[in-house]
Every structure is written in structure tokens, then in C-alpha cells.
């Protein structure tokens, strides 16, 4: 499933800069590429005071203006030209904005002025959105200088983007739609995997979610989403909270997934002092002023890079496989993050892959972890399996080699009673007879009748145990007559009318299974005497081509509310299974009970 | 009268011993061969040529019953008397079925073997009396339809089968019914046609399975 999500989202967004040039309507968007800036470090300056500062703007070194970690307002001047009379509005992407004003000249030595403020519902005329958007109430068919003035609390760098308003909204509607797919994937893994925290009480699947969730927020942060939509939670919006807060769960996460303790004990023990360091940032910042800060943020973020590339490759040098996925995961997060930072420097063409770059970075980053998370609950589960397969076989071989082996004592003691003591004791009987034969004396020849008699009891008795050890008849007739007979005598002695239909079913079975069978009628036909109380009783034996059927039903009380699990079931459940069939209790239909066993032939058994 | 050769077989060699020295003191029996198990009883029948065949039902490689299917199916009248430990009827009427004339319980043997001989040479069936007494005593259930069959049989006939069932010899049930031998085995053709009946023993194995063993003195 991850995987292909995974391909998924990687070839739609492949695909999806081939289509770059989607047809959007109104005047293409146009960059404020290198403008000119200029810093008003007590926040004072007036937009007539700026404009007859004309000299002091300096020309931004990178594409995008980048007045970085500052609290000071920023000035930026470019111009427009409005070629038709279209209603062109400017957008502006940054992280933590707080108070945007553009000016420009309505009438000469007069000022216009739009206005926007964080948070607050600001001038009907802005757009309200991630990246706000303001008109430029531009003059058609000429060039017109316009003054915007910038303030913020996290690190400004501002993507200015001119165009009509109808290009503007079908653009943001796009990148909120994919936004939308990223953060909802994010959200599914982390559901996913809290759930597979529940389950499996594994702490890394936990260190996982919180990881997702810190970073979440903090492209949330820089998508500048969390102003539009949670404006009152300002605490929320410092790059100061998230991203620690990533960096720290990023760290305890590594250390679970990679088993850094034991796999790379020395690089471990570096884990303790990067953990103090990332959260002394969120405290170090109530006291700190932001410029520092963004200084101290960047030094944690980069020694927290450091230690997930080292742990990573450390851990996988040892010869843990999974170390690649995290490698890979860790891979894609820095390079399309450099994608990102090169569209911005026009190093690399706008479309939709640079532009969403950092965000597919985190997505694919989170896909291929719970991937491997993924991979580890297989790995469980096959492993937990595996036993569990091997625990039954091993039940079975053993419950299998138990019965083998009272079989075959079962028929060694027979066999014993029979040729040793019984023709022993046929011999003497003999011998009685041919006394009694040969002696005149009478008295002999009563003792000698008296004392065969005797011996022909010891013999019947001899034969009853031997018997009931092992059935006589299963070498000398086959398990089929065996069947009947044991059908035909279970019916007299307990006075219940046998009925009785059984199919040739001899040298189907090796000999084992044949008197598995045989125990197995023996068991269902004792059950149904001691417990049924039935009067007629129905044994039929199915041969069909790849299996047996022995259906036993008879008139008696049913098995309603019966011990299904009584010792005579639980011996033909055992041998049922041995023989890999199945044994079934019919539900009661009126009286009676019904009873069916299957018994699959195996032609490939060695008869 | 001649001397009769025996063979005998059995895997148990004091018991065989035993059994070889009180036929031959029997009278005009010559034990020509000693098998110990059912294969070597089945060739020493090819090559020995005896008059009749005595075979121990438990035996290894072939048991009595193989042996003896295996014999009848070369020599169909060769007279064979199966002795067994088993007091039991499945075992008894499966030899029947054979074709097995004699059935002799070993712990009778010194006692019925002789007996056994001289009516299986006859061409008379033998059952230990021990062995038929036991049968009788036994429940028995009536076969199916085995009743509307005995319905069709005549009066004569219907004594006749009972005597049958109770283990007679031909000579016997005409000692009892006060007719000639000749009599009684025209009797006995009848009713075997009468009834379709066919195979080893049928008549015999009809009338035990009909009547369930006649208990009632005729």
C-alpha cells in the first residue's frame, strides 16, 4: 500500500511539471525577481519619508528578497506595468508575516494605501489566505512604482508574484489542492501509525507519529497556513516550538528505529547532549530576540542533521538493513528541500514539483519511515507467525507420534497376549485334551476336563483384551470388514439397531491411517452408546474421489448443551486432524444427532 | 483306504510339532509338509501335491484366509481346514465365503483335527462344536428380505435349512429327519436354486444369516 502511495505521489508530481503550462486565465504571473530593498530598523519610516529615500534601496543579491531573521520593517520598491486593463493584485508568500502596507502614487504626492495585519480581518480588500494577496489598483497602459512594507517574526523571505486576480486564484486553488493531498497523507500515517502503536505497544511507531506531527507543523508554519487558520494561536506559529519539536522526536525516533544504543553505542552517547541542546531552543527563545535565535535554530537544525546522517550511516555500515530506508527517507527530505531552495533562486524552472518540492520532501520522508515501520510489523508478524506454524506442527507431530506409538504398543501387547500366552495356553488346553483322552483313571480324566474348561475361559479372556488392544480383524480382513464388524457388534451388545451402508474403503490409508479410521468409527459409535440413549443408530462411509465421509446419526438425546469437548471427541479431533480432515457436530434438527468426519486420501501416501 | 497327505501350517513350531504327532497317530495320515507361513503353505501346495490343506489363520507374509484364496484358486476342491484362535464370526463366515471347508479351533485341535480331516475329505463342511455352540449362543439379526425369501421355500425345506443353520452335516439332518442322505442333498439343490443362491458354502451362509442361528430344536 505505501509503496505504491509512494510512486503514486512521486509520479503525479513528475507528470504534473510536464503540465506546467496549464492554461490559467488573465495575464500570466510575473515575479518580483531582485528588487529593491530597504531596512527600516526602528519600524518608523513613512511611506513620503521612503519614497525621497529613493538612493538609500539596494538591490537584492538573491531573486527573492530575503530580509531573513529580523524585527526590523522592510521596504520593498519595484514596478509595474499594467498592459491592458487588467485587475492585477500582488501575492505574497512568507513565512510569519505580520503587517504588509503597499503604496504607490494614486495622484502625484499622494499615497494610496492597502494594509494588511496577521490575524486581524484587516481592509475588505485583501484576500485573506495563506499567501495574502493585495490589489495593486494598477493603472492600465502604464508603469507605476509601488512601495510595500514588510514586517515579521520568523524568517522573512518574500515571493512576490504579480498577476490578474483570476490567475492568483486558480493558482492557489491548485497549490492549496495539493497542499491538501500532502497533509492528508501525513495525517493518514499518522493515524495509521498511532494505531500500530496501539497494538503492538512498540515506542518507536509513537516517536514516528510525533516526528510527522512537529514537522508537520512546521511547514504548516511555513506555508504561513497556521495564521490563516488558527490566528490566535500564536504560540503555535514560532518556528521556535516545531521545529524543535520535529528535531527532538526526529532524534528519539532515529535512536528507536535504528537501535543506535546497540548497533552504534559511541555515537549514541552524543544522543544525550543534541537532546538538551534542541530543547533548550523553545526555552532559550522566551528570553532570546529572533534574529539570535534563528541563529541558534539553524546551528540545532544542521548538529540534528548531523546526527541522523552519522547514526544512519554508522548504523546501516553495521550491517542493519533497514538503516536504508531511513538513509533514503532522510535523502529525499534534503534534496527536495534543495530543489526548493534553488526554484527560489531561479536556478531551477517554477512548476508545480519545485514549487511543492519541500512539502513532497516531508511526504516522501514520512512515506518511506512508516514504509519501513511497515516492513518491521510484517516482520513480526511473519516471525510470530512462523512460531505459531511451528508450535501446531510441532503439536501435531507430537500428538501423532503419541498415538503412533500406543498403536504400536497397543498392537506389540496384543500380539504378545496372542502368540505367546494364548498358544501357550492353546498348547496346555491341548495337552488337557489328549490326557483325558489317554488316561482310564476318572478322576483324572474329570480333573483334566474341569482344568481345560478353565483354560478355555483364561483364553477367552486372553482374547477379549487382546481384542479390545487391537481389532483382529483390521490384517486379516481389511479396515472395511473391520468396520462392519465392529458396527454389527457394537449394535448387539448394546442392543441399538445398526443400520449400516460402508464403502470399500481398504488400501486407501497406510496402515496408521487405516487404524486412525478405524478408531475414529470405534470413538464416534462408543460416544453414541454411552451418551445418545439412541434406539437405532445409522453408520455410513462415503468413499468419494479425494475423500472419505463417515456420517454417523442416530435417534438419541443430541448433542444440545453437550460437552463438545470430552475426552472421546477430543481423541477423534486429534485424529481427524492428524489426517488432516475435519470433524463436524451437525446442529440438532428435531432428535437425534448427526456427526460427520472427512478425511481427505492422500494418493501420494505410501500404502 | 489310502494314506492321506497332509500339509499343515502354522508359524508357531511347538504347536505344529504337537499337532503333526497327533494326526499321524490318527490312523492313515502322513504329514508331507511343514509350512511355517502362509507363502510357503501356498508353494508346498503347488509342489506337494497334498490331499488336504490345514492352515493357521494368524500366520506372516499370508494369513490363512490369503493362503487359502490363493490354493482354491488353483485347486478349487481341495478340502482346507483353517485353524484359529478367534472365536468370532466375521472372521468364521469370511472363510466360508473362501471356500474353506473345515473350522477348527485351536484349543480343540487335538481333539476335532481328526474329525475335521475325515469330514472335509468327505466333501462335508467341519465347524469345531465349541466354535457352533458359540455361534448359536450369539444374538442374531434377521437379514433383510432374508424372510420373504424363506417364505417361498416348502415345509420340508424350511426344516431342512434350519438344521442347516445349526451347523448338521447332510448325514446328520438325515439321521434326524428320518430320511436317506440322497434325500437331504436333493433338498439342499433345490432350495439353492430356488433362492439363486451362489458361491462357497452358500446355502450354509444363507441359512445362518436368514434364520440368525436356529435356536429352536427341530
Redesign the interface.
Known amino acids: 500500500m505505501l509503496r505504491s502511495l509512494f510512486l503514486f505521489l512521486s509520479g503525479l508530481l513528475v507528470f504534473l511539471s510536464f503540465d506546467a503550462a496549464a492554461q490559467r486565465p488573465g495575464l500570466p504571473s510575473r515575479k518580483v525577481a531582485h528588487p529593491l530593498l530597504l531596512e527600516d530598523a526602528g519600524r518608523e519610516l513613512t511611506i513620503t519619508e521612503v519614497a525621497a529615500m529613493a538612493d538609500r534601496f539596494r538591490r537584492s543579491d538573491n531573486a527573492v528578497a530575503i530580509p531573513g531573521a529580523t524585527t526590523s520593517a522592510w521596504w520593498v520598491k519595484f514596478d509595474v506595468e499594467n498592459p491592458l486593463d487588467d485587475n492585477l493584485y500582488i501575492s505574497i508568500a512568507s513565512a510569519g508575516l505580520q503587517e504588509i502596507d503597499l503604496y504607490h502614487e494614486s495622484i502625484p504626492g499622494q499615497f494610496s494605501n492597502v494594509s494588511y495585519r496577521a490575524g486581524a480581518s484587516g481592509d475588505k480588500q485583501i484576500i485573506q489566505s495563506n499567501m495574502p494577496l493585495l490589489p495593486l489598483h494598477a493603472p492600465p497602459g502604464k508603469q507605476t512604482t509601488y512601495y510595500l512594507r514588510v514586517t515579521g517574526n520568523a524568517v522573512l523571505q518574500l515571493r512576490m508574484e504579480i498577476s490578474s486576480i483570476e490567475n492568483h486564484l486558480a493558482m492557489q486553488r491548485e497549490d492549496d489542492f495539493i497542499n491538501g493531498i500532502f497533509y492528508g497523507v501525513l495525517a493518514a500515517l499518522m493515524v495509521y501509525n498511532l494505531f500500530a502503536f496501539l497494538t503492538l505497544r512498540d515506542v518507536t511507531y509513537l516517536l514516528y507519529v510525533l516526528y510527522i506531527l512537529f514537522s508537520g507543523i512546521s511547514t504548516l508554519i511555513l506555508n504561513n497556513y497556521i495564521l490563516v487558520f488558527f490566528p490566535g494561536a500564536g504560540w503555535l506559529n514560532e518556528m521556535t516550538t516545531g521545529l524543535p519539536g520535529g528535531m527532538l522526536f526526529g532524534v528519539l525516533f532515529t535512536n528507536a528505529f535504528l537501535r543506535v544504543k546497540q548497533h552504534a553505542p559511541r555515537i549514541y552517547r552524543l544522543s544525550a547532549p543534541v537532546l538538551l541542546f534542541i530543547l533548550a531552543v523553545p526555552l532559550a527563545a522566551v528570553f532570546i530576540p529572533w534574529p539570535v535565535m534563528y541563529v541558534v535554530l539553524e546551528i540545532a537544525m544542521y548538529v540534528t542533521f548531523a546526527y541522523w546522517l552519522l547514526a544512519g550511516v554508522t548504523v546501516y555500515m553495521k550491517g542493519f538493513r533497514p538503516a536504508v530506508y531511513f538513509l533514503v527517507g532522510f535523502s529525499l527530505l534534503i534534496g527536495l528541500g534543495m530543489v526548493y531552495n534553488m526554484r527560489d533562486n531561479d536556478l531551477l524552472p517554477d512548476n508545480y514539483f519545485t514549487r511543492h518540492s519541500a512539502q513532497l520532501g516531508t511526504a516522501l520522508e514520512a512515506i518511506i519511515l512508516s514504509w519501513a515501520l511497515t516492513s518491521k510489523v510484517n516482520f513480526y508478524k511473519r516471525e510470530k507467525e512462523a512460531l505459531q506454524r511451528h508450535a501446531l506442527e510441532q503439536s501435531s507431530a507430537f500428538s501423532k507420534e503419541l498415538i503412533r506409538i500406543q498403536e504400536h504398543e497397543r498392537k506389540r501387547i496384543a500380539s504378545e497376549l ?2 505367546s500366552v ?2 501357550q ?3 496346555i ?3 488337557l ?2 490326557l483325558r ?1 489317554k488316561t482310564q483313571d476318572a478322576e483324572a480324566q474329570s480333573l483334566s476336563v474341569d482344568l481345560s474348561g478353565n ?2 475361559d483364561t ?2 479372556e486372553i ?1 477379549n483384551i487382546s481384542y479390545s488392544l487391537r481389532p ?2 483390521m ?3 481389511g479396515l472395511t ?1 473391520s468396520i ?2 465392529l458396527a ?1 457388534e457394537t ?2 451388545a448394546a442392543n441399538i439397531v445398526m443400520e449400516t451402508g460402508i464403502d470399500n474403503i481398504d488400501h486407501l490409508f497406510s496402515p496408521e491411517n487405516e487404524m486412525n479410521v478405524y478408531r475414529i468409527v470405534q470413538e464416534l459409535l462408543n460416544n453414541m452408546v454411552k451418551h445418545a440413549g439412541a434406539t437405532r443408530c445409522n453408520l455410513r462411509i462415503h468413499r468419494a474421489v479425494w475423500l472419505i465421509k463417515i456420517i454417523v446419526t442416530d435417534d438419541g438425546v443430541g448433542f444440545t448443551g453437550k460437552n463438545e469437548h470430552g475426552f472421546g471427541l477430543l481423541g477423534i479431533r486429534e485424529r481427524v486432524q492428524i489426517m488432516g480432515g475435519q470433524f463436524i457436530i451437525h446442529p440438532d434438527e428435531g432428535a437425534g444427532a448427526a456427526l460427520t468426519v472427512n478425511i481427505p486420501i492422500s494418493y501420494h501416501e505410501h500404502t | 483306504m489310502n494314506t492321506l497327505d497332509i500339509l499343515i501350517a502354522d508359524d ?1 513350531p ?2 505344529l510339532k ?1 499337532l503333526r504327532e ?1 494326526i499321524e497317530s490318527g490312523g492313515n495320515y502322513r504329514v508331507i509338509y511343514q509350512a511355517a507361513n502362509g507363502r510357503e503353505a501356498v508353494d508346498g501346495v503347488r509342489s506337494k501335491h497334498p490331499d488336504v490343506v490345514i492352515l493357521d ?2 500366520m506372516p507374509q499370508l ?1 490363512g ?1 490369503q493362503a487359502a484364496e490363493e490354493i482354491l484358486l488353483t485347486k478349487p476342491e481341495m478340502p482346507i481346514i483353517l485353524l484359529t ?7 468364521f463366515m ?1 472363510a466360508l465365503e473362501i471356500g474353506i471347508l473345515g473350522y477348527v479351533l ?6 476335532d483335527i481328526i474329525h475335521a480331516i475325515q469330514s472335509v475329505t468327505a466333501g462335508n463342511a467341519y465347524i469345531s462344536p ?1 466354535m457352533s455352540t458359540y455361534l448359536l449362543r ?2 442374531h ?1 434377521t437379514a433383510a428380505g432374508a424372510g420373504d425369501m424363506l417364505a417361498t421355500l416348502t415345509p420340508s425345506e424350511f426344516r431342512i435349512i434350519h438344521l442347516v443353520a445349526a451347523y448338521k452335516t447332510s448325514k446328520e439332518i438325515a439321521e434326524e429327519l428320518h430320511i436317506s442322505e440322497k434325500t437331504v442333498s436333493n433338498h439342499r439343490m433345490n432350495i439353492t436354486r430356488k433362492l439363486s443362491l451362489s458361491g462357497k458354502n452358500s446355502l450354509l451362509r444363507f441359512a445362518i444369516e436368514a434364520t440368525g442361528g436356529s435356536k429352536t430344536g427341530f
Request: without cysteine; positive net charge; proline residues 0%.
Open positions: 496372542h502368540d494364548g498358544q495356553l492353546i498348547l488346553k491341548n495337552r485334551l489328549m483322552n483354560v478355555a483364553i477367552q482374547r483382529y480383524q490384517d486379516m480382513m470388514q462392519q464388524s454389527d449394535g448387539d | 508357531h511347538i504347536f504337537g497327533v489363520i494368524d494369513n484366509l484362535m478367534h472365536k468370532v464370526k466375521d472372521a469370511k485351536k484349543e480343540n485341535a487335538v481333539v465349541e450369539q444374538k439379526k
